[in-house]
Each structure stands twice: as C-alpha cells, then as structure tokens.
C-alpha cells in the first residue's frame, strides 16, 4: 500500500468556532482531522506533518517558498508516493501555483482544504482529504505538476482560481475547467495540464505590486511602486490588455528605470494581447517594453513575476518565462 504524506497548512480546514468570539479560529489538530477521515487506511497509508496553522491570508511569498522546500525534501523521500498539503482557501491557488513553478517532482502534489469550518453543518475537510490522498496515490496524478483537490474536483494549480467566497465548488479553472474528478475514490483525468515550466531559486524578491487598473486611473499608483523600489508591477487591465492613456507615462519611466511590468486582464475569461493601437491601448504597451501575461490573473502574474525576478533581473529572461510559446517568441 502507498504511502502519503499529508502536509497541515492552516487554513478553515483547521478551524471551529470560538464561543468566546464567535468566530472561527485554528482549533483542529492533524490527528482529530485525519481521525474524520473514515475508511483512508484501506487506501493508503498516511503520514502527518505539521507546517503551519496559519488562516491562508497569512502567507507570504517567502513562506511559499519555506512551503515548498519543505515538500521537496518530503518527495525526495522513497517511501513516499506523493504529497497532500491543506491550506487556507484565499491565497491557496497562490502558494499551490508558487510550488509548482519551484517545485520539480513526477510525484503527484495535492493542495486541498475546506470552505466550511468544522463547527458548521456540512463540514467538508475530511471529504477533500480523502479526495486529495485518493489522488495523491494515483498513478495518472504523476507528472501532471501541482494539483488543486477541493469539491471533487482535480485543477492545474496554474489554471484555478477561487471564484466564490462560499460555495463549496467556489474553485473553477476559467477558459477549460477541470482537468479530472475523483468519483467512488477514483481518480478520472479528462485532459492534460498546460506545459509545466519550473525555476530553481533559493530566495524570494517579493518587491512585485499588483495593480487593478480602473477608469479614469492616473499614474499616482504607480509612480509610488516603482519610487519605493518594486522590481516588478503586474497591470490588471481592462480587456484585451489596455489602460488609462493617464497611466502610460508612468509605464514609460517605470522600464526605464529598469522595473518589469507585466500587463494581465482583469476579466475572468480570456488572455491579452496587443490588438488595440489607441493611446493606452496594447499595441503601444508592447512597443514601450510591457510583458504579456497570457491569461493569467493578476495575483497569479504576480506569483510568477516574483518567482522570476527571484532568479534572474534580465527583463529579456523573464519576457521569455512569460511569453515563451504564446506571443511568437
């Protein structure tokens, strides 16, 4: 029988309501979680591992990457066949996304947790643990990168992003949906994963700011990232990739001072590209030295700049870590 190591994170999968405050706190250990989970030692065994017990709006991305140098050393292991780590829902697709771009294992990797806390009707920790130990043993799971577990549901850590702030399917992939189920405890793979890309880095240069570009917007914003020393600015952009003709200068003097700005979209669906020559449009964003994040969201570009800029200033280097294969390069 394999053996799976599940990795406690934090997160509601971990909390109950305080009666003092009314409101949910970390309270579940590892074992009164896994205890929930009936029937797993007829698929698995299971090892428990503590990382952290923090709410997922606790994170950073230097913590990410602690994350998945802790899960490399577990993937090392010969007697482990794959990997489960819970994880606070709000910034889960964010870490899941940072270890899988950090992260290089054919081993299955699953991030899992919980929309409703354990003092609430309709607890479903335990049923996305068994899902993600169900998927972690799986032998279709491997080489698939880092997966995304939750509602029966199996995503591409690169493609899945929290939709919804309370259903229990609130993870969707936009543009091609799920890449599998797991159905009777079966794990069912409909389609391949995007081309994994990985970079080996040591330390995180978390000085990378997340925009959200609004109509009317000036270049105030901006102007005040790059004048504190961020290396990277992602633009969350109207559309196809376009933005105030107001903020343009201020893409303008942000390259030339040597910042990476990285231009996504702020719809849910779609990718940018530079199809409108309008002042502020793409066209004139690309001609200025702007990189295009495919369809990607903006917290999701931020990750990738981040890990990208952790490895290398060469904004010719990170261009291609973008746009490689999606924008004739």
Do not use: W
């Amino acid at each position: 029988m394999k053996k799976v190591a599940v990795v406690f994170n934090g997160g509601t999968i971990t909390m109950k309501i305080d009666e003092r405050i009314q409101a949910a706190v970390p309270s579940l250990s590892s074992e009164e979680i896994m205890s929930m989970v009936t029937g797993i030692e007829g698929f698995a065994k299971v090892e428990t591992f503590t990382f952290s017990t923090l709410p997922g709006p606790h994170m950073t991305p230097e913590l990410m990457l602690d994350l998945s140098k802790y899960l490399k050393k577990l993937v090392d292991r010969e007697d482990i066949a794959g990997v489960v780590v819970t994880h606070g829902t709000d910034t889960l697709e964010e870490t899941a996304y940072l270890v899988d771009l950090t992260l290089d294992s054919e081993k299955p990797v699953v991030f899992t947790g919980a929309m409703r806390n354990g003092s609430e009707l309709g607890y479903d920790g335990p049923s996305n643990l068994s899902a993600a130990i169900c998927t972690a043993i799986s032998e279709e799971a491997k080489n698939r990168g880092v997966l995304v577990c939750i509602n029966g549901e199996l995503n591409s850590a690169r493609e899945i992003t929290k939709a919804n702030s309370m259903a229990l399917n609130a993870f969707r992939t936009p543009n091609f949906g799920p890449i599998g189920i797991v159905d009777n405890n079966m794990v069912i793979f409909y389609r391949e994963c995007v081309q994994k890309q990985f970079l080996d880095i040591d330390k995180i240069d978390s000085k990378v700011t997340l925009i959200k570009c609004t109509a009317g917007m000036d270049s105030d914003l901006l102007d005040y990232c790059v004048d504190k020393g961020q290396n990277g600015v992602v633009l969350e952009a109207f559309g196809r990739g376009n933005i105030p003709p107001y903020m343009v200068d201020s893409v303008q003097r942000a390259i030339e001072k040597g910042v990476c700005v990285v231009v996504v979209s702020r719809c849910f669906e779609g990718r940018v590209c530079d199809s409108y020559g309008y002042h502020g449009g793409g066209k004139e964003l690309r001609n200025l030295g702007v990189i295009f994040g495919d369809n990607l969201p903006g917290q999701k570009a931020r990750i990738k700049l981040i890990v990208a800029l952790s490895k290398n200033k060469d904004k010719e280097k990170v261009r291609q870590f973008f746009e490689k294969g999606l924008y004739n390069i």
